[in-house]
């Protein structure tokens, strides 16, 4: 009995833990949405570089994703699924197991079509673009 007690106290802190949301260097916040799915919800700086940029700090320190990882869009520009804010984008860093096939060949694509992909490291060089318009 104190032994099924112990793991279950056990499973609720680490799903507690896991359910925790991450703050981005941008101040982006990145919510994981199921074990393959994390969402960012930006702040105010709705660009898509601010938020490929908060993608990929989540991805390397939260997950200890490589720089040559890529990055999957699940789902585009929606409301967030987990504070119900108006701006969200969901990302995968394992399309397979997000039921996301990854999109084919280069090219200058706009907004974030589901299956999109971006390395970690080309996603964290965003990070330093600085906008003309504010």
Do not use: H
Request: hydrophobic share 40%; aromatic share 8%.
């Amino acid at each position: 009995m104190k032994l099924r007690l112990l793991l279950t106290v056990a499973a609720t802190f680490t799903l507690a833990a896991e359910a925790q949301a991450f703050s981005a260097k941008n101040g982006a916040r990145v919510n994981p949405i199921s074990g393959s799915v994390f969402e960012v919800i930006p702040r105010t700086d709705t660009s898509s570089d601010a938020i490929w940029c908060a993608a990929s700090d989540f991805s390397r320190r939260a997950a200890g994703a490589p720089w040559n990882q890529k990055i999957y869009v699940v789902s585009g520009r929606g409301r967030s699924v987990t504070t119900g804010r108006r701006t969200a984008v969901q990302f995968t860093l394992n399309p397979t197991a997000a039921g996301v096939t990854p999109l084919q060949g280069g090219g200058l694509r706009t907004g974030f079509p589901v299956g999109d992909s971006m390395s970690v490291q080309r996603a964290n060089s965003l990070c330093n673009v600085i906008p003309f318009f504010r």
